[in-house]
DNA sequence: AACCTTTTCAACCGCATGTCT
DNA sequence: GAGACATGCGGTTGAAAAGGT
């Protein structure tokens, strides 16, 4: 395989790779980031002749590129509506309930929160969470590791939302956040009336000018409250009375209106550590069942 | 300032599944 | 039904950025 470097308008340049002779003048196909020329390229393309069809449209556009990458690019990039930068407390949340629920299904839970990519929220679980499950010395799958992030980082998680939601109540002056925690499942993406996100402005300290991107904002395009029709139905808490949003949806969407992104665990983590490592400290948990974590279970906890 | 280590995340890979002929 | 091709998913990689010494 002969690999070289491609010079381009770009920033850095991506190499190129020959996938094999046969391939003659088509062979060269290019790797590695997108350059802004590229991106411009894709977008028209799927502008004008909508999405799919990867290989075809990779070809017509004159992208040397494989149609898996141009589709990665847009879903993860380019597709309006994509949001970038940290995650907040209430997508935080969700996260770790939706992965309590249902393990590593990335775009499953991704689908949760408007925006978001599944590449994103698996970046975020191995990077941060099971950061730390790796200094508790435990696994993230670990009775010990659950058992923390019911007890602390997800009461922090809740404790801050309720913070946020406060102070952008007194910012409002409005006096009533009543309809965060409305236990109607009412409060779909779909809804027509959702007020522009203020998730626009929550990106944090530039995380998203890594990337050679036509676009400064971390917010490619229109919001995608509108994108897909979400299964929140399953979500909604089992006839019991909660404190909280009732459904991942409900949460989700109000979380992506927090002007706030902070890691939970870096706040609370030297309290954990202390806890934790105090021997085989169990947080006083019985047993719970399968979902030793789920949201139905935190919210009925007292703070 | 220079070097080293760690963290972050965009992009790639292989495999599974779906769709078309 | 079989094969080819397209798409989607989850795991992994590697380079840039950030942090530490």
Redesign the pocket.
């Known amino acids: 395989m002969d690999a070289l470097w491609n010079g381009s308008s770009c920033d850095?340049p991506?190499p190129t790779?020959i996938i094999s002779d046969d391939d003659a003048a088509a062979a060269e196909l290019?790797?590695?980031?997108?350059t802004v020329d590229e991106d411009a390229l894709l977008a028209a393309h799927v502008a004008a002749h909508g999405?799919?069809?990867?290989?075809?449209?990779a070809r017509d556009a004159g992208l040397r590129?494989?149609?898996?990458?141009c589709?990665?690019?847009w879903?993860?990039?380019l597709r309006p509506g994509v949001r970038?930068?940290?995650f907040t407390p209430r997508e935080q949340l969700l996260i770790l309930d939706l992965h309590s629920r249902w393990g590593?299904?990335?775009?499953?839970i991704a689908?949760h929160l408007p925006g978001r990519?599944?590449?994103?929220v698996?970046?975020?679980w191995?990077?941060?969470v099971q950061?730390h499950a790796k200094q508790l010395h435990c696994d993230v799958g670990s009775r010990r590791f659950h058992d923390a992030m019911r007890n602390l980082w997800m009461p922090r998680l809740i404790e801050r939302i309720h913070a946020d939601d406060s102070a952008a109540v007194a910012a409002n002056a409005t006096g009533d956040v009543s309809h965060f925690y409305s236990a109607s499942p009412s409060h779909e993406l779909s809804s027509s009336s959702q007020p522009a996100p203020a998730y626009r402005n929550a990106a944090p300290n530039?995380?998203?000018?890594?990337?050679?991107s036509p676009d400064a904002s971390c917010v490619t395009g229109p919001s995608s409250w509108s994108r897909e029709a979400s299964p929140a139905s399953q979500f909604q808490s089992s006839g019991s009375t909660i404190a909280g949003p009732s459904t991942s949806t409900e949460l989700c969407q109000n979380g992506c209106s927090s002007a706030t992104s902070v890691?939970m665990f870096d706040e609370s983590w030297s309290e954990l550590l202390a806890r934790a490592n105090h021997d085989d400290t169990d947080f006083g948990l019985g047993e719970t069942g399968d979902n030793w974590w789920g949201l139905e279970d935190i919210w009925e906890q007292p703070l």
Do not use: F, H, I
């Open positions: 850095w991506a790779v290019r790797r590695g980031p997108w999405e799919g069809r990867w290989n075809e449209l590129r494989t149609g898996k990458s589709r990665l690019r879903l993860n990039y970038r930068g940290g590593n299904r990335w775009s499953k689908a990519t599944d590449n994103e698996k970046n975020y191995r990077t941060r950061k530039g995380s998203c000018a890594r990337a050679p890691d």
